[in-house]
């Protein structure tokens, strides 16, 4: 045999064996293009579970808060303190079971990535306002608003920023216990716009600050919950390139600073939030 010969041999034993790596290849990335598409199906049907039970949840019981409201308002009549006192205990936890089934859709939006801000010039004070007015229908803690100046209009998702404003407040009325009152406030410097929430409660200790933007982590919590809302807030501030600051002192009350720029920019990727 010819060295021509046996080198044609060995070439096309190696062509060969080449031949059946790719083969092998081959089979390997269809498996992986299967699996990964099992587990698209599967995370998909993951994140809808919630969303779709979280839905179905909200609209019974927004109909019950409406109706309690209704009530409350003395549409139908006026109400004896027994009666009122029942009407209230309704309004407050189909709102709180409202806030969870929220809480749920937003973890579920964040989870599959479906959180895309819809930009509009949003009058800030107004916004905060309508917030307010909604809460103090269903918490029994005074709720006070500082809500004085001019107009502030900044580019925001109006639905998103509601969601932050309202987390806020619900988280105080939550964590500062009974007898406490809640002071929202508005302030605007040169370059940024801030909403405060303050209550006069016990404040919060090292261990419920550090879970505090925890997801699950309900702390030291007196009202049930489902320890997503702050999460969601710094989420949601952060997707407008703002920051969550939260000062607080045990015993002495707790003050979360919710802080936007007038003009909107990229978020913080490296993470926005912190505490003082």
Request: proline share 4%.
């Amino acid at each position: 045999m010819t060295w021509w010969m046996a080198a044609t041999a060995v070439a096309c034993l190696a062509l060969v064996g080449n031949l059946a790596a790719l083969g092998r290849a081959r089979r390997a990335l269809q498996r992986t293009r299967g699996e990964l598409c099992r587990l698209r199906a599967f995370q998909e049907e993951r994140t809808r579970r919630p969303s779709v039970l979280s839905h179905e949840l909200r609209t019974p019981l927004t109909v019950v808060r409406g109706a309690a409201e209704l009530l409350l308002d003395e549409s139908a009549g006026p109400l004896n303190p027994d009666q009122r006192r029942f009407v209230q205990t309704i309004a407050e936890n189909s709102n709180q079971v409202i806030d969870m089934a929220s809480d749920l859709l937003a973890e579920a939006g964040l989870e599959s990535d479906l959180f895309n801000l819809h930009l509009e010039w949003t009058e800030m004070r107004r916004l905060v306002r309508g917030c307010v007015a909604q809460l103090r229908r269903v918490h029994t803690a005074p709720i006070r608003l500082d809500n004085h100046g001019a107009p502030l209009r900044i580019q925001v998702d109006p639905r998103l920023m509601g969601q932050a404003v309202t987390n806020l407040v619900n988280n105080a009325a939550r964590h500062a216990g009974e007898g406490v009152s809640i002071l929202v406030r508005v302030t605007d410097s040169e370059e940024t716009v801030s909403v405060s929430v303050s209550d006069d409660g016990t404040g919060m200790s090292e261990e419920d600050r550090a879970v505090l933007f925890t997801p699950f982590a309900t702390g030291g919590s007196r009202r049930p919950g489902t320890g997503l809302g702050m999460m969601i807030t710094q989420r949601i501030v952060e997707l407008h390139g703002g920051r969550v600051l939260v000062d607080t002192i045990s015993r002495r009350g707790t003050t979360i600073y919710l802080t936007l720029p007038r003009t909107w920019r990229e978020p913080d990727r490296e993470g926005a939030s912190t505490s003082e």
